[in-house]
Each structure stands twice: as structure tokens, then as C-alpha cells.
């Protein structure tokens, strides 16, 4: 019995789930990110969080789960590879605000595919 309860729970994550973690994610990266720099005000800090929550979710907005097309290349593990030399890239030696914003929205991506990548099904190579 327990073992059946737990792998049905495994199979895949929900919306709400994708969204909790991208909203705590990006409390936090927002917190991190505010002490680097000065110019994070409430205003980038609140935008900072809503695009991490809307990146957390928009895996699943291109490919919804119960379509076809589910985890597919914009669940691979290939576009995860991309997403964290995107990341870098954007970061390095750069602190616009287009930084902060196009950061929060890959790591919420990023935090997206992580969770799936803990469920039964997993994540295609491309
Ligand atoms: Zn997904």
C-alpha cells in the first residue's frame, strides 16, 4: 500500500507545487541578489519574484502536461545545460536590471525542471 501511495505521488508535479518553490526561490535569490547590489528596490525585488514564479511555471505553459508534447525539449535536460550557461553569461560582470529580470526567469525555469527531474518520469536528453 505505502509503496503505491508513493510512487502515484511521484509521477508528476503540479502547478501549484512548480509555483510555491519558484516563489520561495525567488525570495531568497531576490535576498541574495539585493545584498550584490544597490539598486534593488522594492520595485525590481517584487518583479525579480514574479518573474521567477512565471519561469517556474512555463515549462509547463509550452508544454502542458496533459498534451502530448509533454516534457519534451522544453523539458530537456539539454535546454537546462543551455539555461545555466545562459545564466552565467547574462551575469558575468553585468548588473542591469535586464540582468536581475532575465536571472529570476531562468532560475525559476531552472527550479521547474529540477522538480521534474525528481519525478518518476524524469526528463528527456533533448
Ligand atoms: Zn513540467
Known amino acids: 500500500m505505502e509503496t503505491k501511495y508513493h510512487s502515484s505521488m511521484v509521477i508528476s508535479v503540479n502547478r501549484d507545487e512548480h509555483m510555491i518553490i519558484g516563489f520561495v526561490i525567488g525570495i531568497l535569490t531576490g535576498v541574495l541578489g539585493s545584498t550584490f547590489s544597490e539598486n534593488f528596490d522594492f520595485i525590481l525585488y517584487s518583479l525579480f519574484v514574479g518573474l521567477t514564479v512565471l519561469g517556474s511555471l512555463f515549462p509547463d505553459l509550452i508544454e502542458p502536461p496533459n498534451k502530448k508534447n509533454h516534457r519534451q525539449f522544453f ?13 552565467i553569461w547574462v ?30 518520469i524524469g526528463l528527456p536528453k533533448y
Do not use: R, W
Not at 553585468?94 to 525542471?113: A, D, K, M
Open 75 to 87: 523539458h530537456s535536460i539539454t535546454l537546462f545545460a543551455f539555461l545555466i550557461i545562459l545564466l
Open 91 to 120: 551575469n558575468f560582470g553585468n548588473q542591469s536590471v535586464l540582468t536581475y529580470l532575465s536571472t529570476s526567469f531562468i532560475i525559476g525555469y531552472l527550479s521547474h525542471l529540477l522538480l521534474d527531474a525528481t519525478s518518476q
